[in-house]
């Protein structure tokens, strides 16, 4: 167990569905984050949130919707997603965003496939 | 460009047996560098942490070595087991307008078989 839950841990869906997937930690961490994680390709960073507030989106299109509504709990609500977002996406926290010494403790993952 | 990369990309070897996996960076300014093990299905765990004053750290069976003046990382794994089965993954902080930045490498694929 690492303190960081996510849910669903597999997802299919189709191009014109709307799916949300969530993270929950309990670390009482203050920055929460969303990964990316393709095969044989490095993490790809998405989103941060620092003190519920967004503080980086690293050019993520559209369809991908983040949701901080406190410092526990993120979402990734999915829309009219395409073949090629479908990966594993990994949830972290951290003590705070770029601060202490960077280690982040993800969680299990949510694996996507988009049919 | 800040980059980091590994290798080799994946790499079998006999369970008892060692290995050693490679991590080279161009990061700028460098603030640490840990390793991560990501277990078939599982989140990335934290394994060693390495900042720059330190050259060698262990922890059980795995020990890290880091040189600065090349930008290479190392990570031994002696006397493999099964469980050692996963993902190693290198990753550089590097210090970004007073806000520290992380640089994943692409990992390293160990597969430890009987």
């Known amino acids: 167990e690492t303190g960081v839950t996510q849910t669903p841990r597999h997802l299919v869906m189709g191009m014109t569905n709307k799916k949300s997937l969530k993270c929950e930690q309990h670390?009482?961490?203050?920055?929460m984050y969303w990964y990316k994680q393709s095969a044989k390709k490095p993490l790809e960073l998405m989103f941060v949130?620092?003190?519920?507030?967004?503080?980086e989106n690293n050019s993520v299109p559209s369809r991908f919707s983040p949701e901080c509504p406190n410092s526990s709990h993120l979402f990734l609500h999915l829309h009219t997603l395409q073949p090629e977002d479908s990966a594993l996406y990994l949830c972290?926290?951290?003590?705070?965003?770029?601060?202490?010494?960077?280690?982040?403790?993800f969680g299990e993952g949510s694996r996507l496939t988009v049919l | 460009k800040n980059q980091v990369e590994q290798s080799p990309q994946s790499l079998i070897i006999l369970e008892g047996k060692n290995c050693t996996l490679q991590?080279?960076?161009?990061?700028?300014?460098?603030?640490?560098l840990r390793w991560y093990k990501q277990d078939t299905g599982r989140g990335p765990v934290s394994l060693t942490i390495?900042?720059?004053?330190?050259n060698t750290k262990s922890n059980g069976r795995y020990t890290a070595t880091l040189d600065a003046d090349t930008k290479q990382s190392s990570l031994h794994i002696t006397a493999s087991q099964l469980s050692d089965s996963a993902s190693y993954i290198c990753?550089?902080?590097?210090?970004?307008?007073?806000?520290?930045?992380?640089?994943f490498g692409a990992g390293t694929r160990l597969a430890v078989h009987p």
């Open positions: 972290a926290s951290s003590q705070q965003a770029g601060g202490g010494t960077g280690e982040l403790f």
């Open positions: 670390l009482g961490h203050n920055a």
């Open positions: 949130y620092n003190f519920k507030e967004q503080t």
């Open positions: 991590c080279n960076y161009t990061v700028s300014p460098f603030s640490n």
């Open positions: 390495m900042t720059f004053s330190e």
């Open positions: 990753v550089v902080r590097v210090l970004s307008g007073g806000y520290n930045k992380l640089i």
